[in-house]
């Protein structure tokens, strides 16, 4: 699950590090509003989406007075945001928060993940910080300092100072810095995160060492026993599909492609979509249905795919094991007759009651012109795919 920036920046705050004042508007008036509650001087007015490199796609804006607020607010809220990260639809803007300006004289980069082959967290810092930490990651790796974090024990005092005095910070700055550095870890570990950055750190011109932006993305199989984090999602920035499909127990994500996948199992529904791809089609999805979905649940995945104008086509791959087949039979059944199989529909079952479930699928043939049955995985890709591209 992604926060917005603020909601990331409150947690920081609540743990302990420094973070300018901010506050969170829905209109440009109350960014003017904001400006002058900030003390009247400089702040920074910034789009509050769950999407990265927001200052190259014009969502952060530097005023020095109560009208640029108003102005700069007005023009981010007025149209969908497009970023790098974002596509060319964008997405749409409906908070910013407007930041107390500080004098930065040196901006850097943190953050912590998991390194899936240390098996622990891992502390990421570098002094070359800012907008372009993406490329300087590619470009000079060099510049980044790695530091594992012990699953039990944290991170250490001695780690948290050595990084500070590598990233370039003197005197009592590293006693500020290796304090940050401390929390966040700390922080990382109590709130179940995936990902916790602060980009960028800054050291202001007074010597004082602040996180003017931040950004948090936490474990979903965790939100159980983390309500305050639960409590920060906003629907507004999630896929309406995949929150209905959220709803109803199942596992999508929308993907670019214009074949549908309806799978039951992670790993198999990832092995439906490369074998999709290797016979020269495109996975509009990942959707599991899991091991146990209701009737109900898989005829609402059906119509949660072909909710997507993109399809062009449907695989249907089951192999039964705690599934049963003939559960996806009445369901396709079901879902022909409320939303219709206008594209193809290509059918493969195996395992649980298979038996039952193909009697189901060829007495609905008749009914459904569009469906078509598979022998086994290869087969399906090869009928799907060329379905498709025969339409």
């Known amino acids: 699950m992604k926060v917005h920036e603020y909601q990331a920046r409150q947690l920081l705050a609540d743990a302990g590090v420094a973070v300018p004042e901010a506050v969170v508007v829905g209109s440009a008036d109350e960014a003017r509003a904001a400006f002058e509650q900030l003390g009247g ?7 509050q989406v769950h999407a990265g490199g927001r200052g190259k796609g014009g969502g952060v804006k530097l005023v020095k007075s109560a009208e640029e607020a108003h102005e700069a607010a007005a023009a981010i809220l007025s149209k969908p945001l497009v970023t790098p990260q974002t596509g060319p639809e964008g997405v749409p803007v409906n908070k910013l928060m407007v930041a107390a300006g500080v004098d930065i004289a040196h901006e850097y980069y943190l953050g912590i993940v998991i390194d899936r ?20 990651a590619r ?9 594992p974090i012990h699953p039990h024990l944290g991170l250490q005092g001695h780690q948290a100072r050595t990084v500070a005095y590598r990233l370039g910070f003197e005197g009592d700055q590293i006693k500020q810095a290796a304090s940050i550095l401390t929390a966040m870890a700390e922080l990382f570990a109590q709130t179940d995160a995936s990902l916790l950055e602060i980009n960028p750190l800054v050291l202001t011109t007074s010597g004082k060492v602040l996180a003017i932006d931040a950004k948090a993305n936490f474990d979903d199989n965790a939100l159980f026993r983390q309500p305050v984090v639960a409590e920060m999602h906003d629907p507004a920035e999630e896929d309406p599909a995949e929150l209905e499909a959220t709803e109803h127990g199942l596992s ?6 214009n074949i549908g996948c309806l799978v039951n199992g992670a ?3 990832m092995s439906t979509m490369d074998i999709i791809k290797l016979h020269g089609g495109e996975p509009a999805n990942f959707l599991d249905v899991g091991g146990s ?16 104008a993109h399809v062009r086509g449907v695989l249907v791959n089951i192999f039964g094991g705690i599934m049963q087949c003939d559960k996806i ?18 059918v493969r079952l195996e395992g649980t009651n298979v038996d039952e479930a193909r009697r189901i699928i060829d007495a609905a043939r008749a009914d459904i012109p569009t469906l078509q049955t ?5 087969d399906a890709a090869k009928k799907v795919c060329a379905a498709v591209k025969a339409a």
Do not use: H, N, W
């Not at 001087?41 to 789009?47: P, Q, R």
């Not at 999508?252 to 492609?257: A, V, W």
């Not at 979905?293 to 072909?306: G, H, M, N, R, Y």
């Not at 039979?329 to 290509?346: C, N, Q, T």
């Open 41 to 47: 001087k400089v702040a920074v007015v910034k789009a």
């Open 117 to 136: 082959a240390k098996r622990c967290p891992v502390l990421i810092a570098s002094a070359e910080g800012g907008m372009d930490i993406e490329q300087i």
């Open 139 to 147: 470009t000079k790796p060099e510049a980044l300092i790695r530091e």
């Open 252 to 257: 999508y994500i929308k993907l670019d492609g």
């Open 267 to 269: 790993g198999l529904a």
């Open 293 to 308: 979905a209701s009737e109900q649940a898989v005829t609402e995945a059906f119509k949660i795919i072909l909710s997507d």
């Open 329 to 346: 039979a009445r369901a396709i059944v079901s879902a022909a007759k409320i939303v219709g199989f206008e594209v193809p529909l290509v």
């Open 374 to 378: 598979a022998d086994d995985l290869t």
